[in-house]
């Protein structure tokens, strides 16, 4: 399974998240997290609405600015602090309907999706695995041991620390393999895909958005044609059209080997009142 932004925004749609913060998507990204102030304080050159061309823009001019600092710490403090709240969520169902065979491939920063396995696994050791492709407020990596584990936290038989992970990465110098966290885990989920017994791919909220076209095209690549996977399903929870996200993800759909499902919600949701 695929997690992009979308699911972790339907998740907080339908049970907010714990102090009531909002999960941002790139489309609103900069003035939910608070960065307006920053970016209105740019040069006309580098300012940009696209936070991830913005970025881009300013590692290229300067890596260690103040503003690329300041922007690096409140994203960080954004997503760190968020919380499930008490009741079960899409996070919560998702991992008890999973198994140790199958993988959760997440491109999301908040932690959610690791909360959610932490209160489950005191129920049940039967839970998927995990890769978490653009790091996570909630993971931190060893690089003693070549292991993730909660960040800042210590490794209780080794003693070696999960140096919290990082986040942002100007968008045209995404290299996976100049990382060792990343690195790893993009190999897990490159493996996962290219298994003969991986028969279902969902993707869940994830839009494949042009910044991440070297994404898409390793997991192209790991998986192979749709005519090389000509038995296997392909499910798609999106708020887009299914004419939409069936042209999107069309290099993984053998011919009508897909399922889609739309996530939006109706306007007449108690939610929106």
């Known amino acids: 399974m695929l997690l992009g932004s979308g699911a972790s925004r339907a998740s907080t ?19 939910m997290v608070g960065l307006r102030d920053i970016v ?9 609405d696209n936070f991830e061309k913005l970025y881009s823009k300013l590692h290229r001019a300067n890596p260690a600015s103040a503003e690329i600092l300041e922007i690096e710490r409140r994203v960080y403090d954004y997503f760190k602090d968020m919380k ?21 491939a997440t491109f999301n920063w908040d932690p959610f999706l690791y909360q959610a396995y932490c209160r ?34 210590i490794h209780k038989k080794t ?53 991440d076209v070297e994404a898409v095209e390793l997991m192209s ?16 929870i999106d708020i887009d059209s299914e004419k939409e996200v069936v042209k999107r993800w069309k290099r993984f759909i053998h011919t009508h080997h897909y399922d889609y499902r739309n996530c939006r919600l109706p306007q007449s949701s108690p939610i929106h009142k």
């Open 13 to 31: 749609d339908l049970r907010p998240e714990r102090s009531g913060k909002k999960l941002p998507i790139m489309a609103d990204f900069i003035d």
């Open 40 to 48: 209105d304080s740019l040069s006309p050159d580098i300012r940009d």
């Open 84 to 104: 499930l709240p008490d009741e079960p969520t899409i996070y919560d169902y998702l991992v008890l309907s999973l198994r140790p065979r199958d993988l959760i």
């Open 120 to 153: 489950n696994v005191e129920f049940t050791k039967d839970l998927p695995r995990f890769s978490f492709l653009h790091g996570n407020v909630a993971i931190g990596f060893s690089e003693v041991d070549k292991r993730t584990g909660p960040a800042d936290g």
């Open 159 to 211: 003693g070696s620390w999960y140096e919290p992970t990082r986040l942002l990465y100007p968008v045209d110098k995404k290299d996976y393999n100049a990382n060792e966290l990343l690195r790893i885990e993009w190999e897990r989920v490159k493996y996962w895909l290219s298994k003969e017994e991986s028969r279902q791919l969902t993707i869940f909220g994830y839009s494949a958005p042009e910044t």
């Open 221 to 236: 690549q790991a998986r192979g044609t749709p005519e090389e996977r000509n038995m296997e399903q392909v499910e798609i």
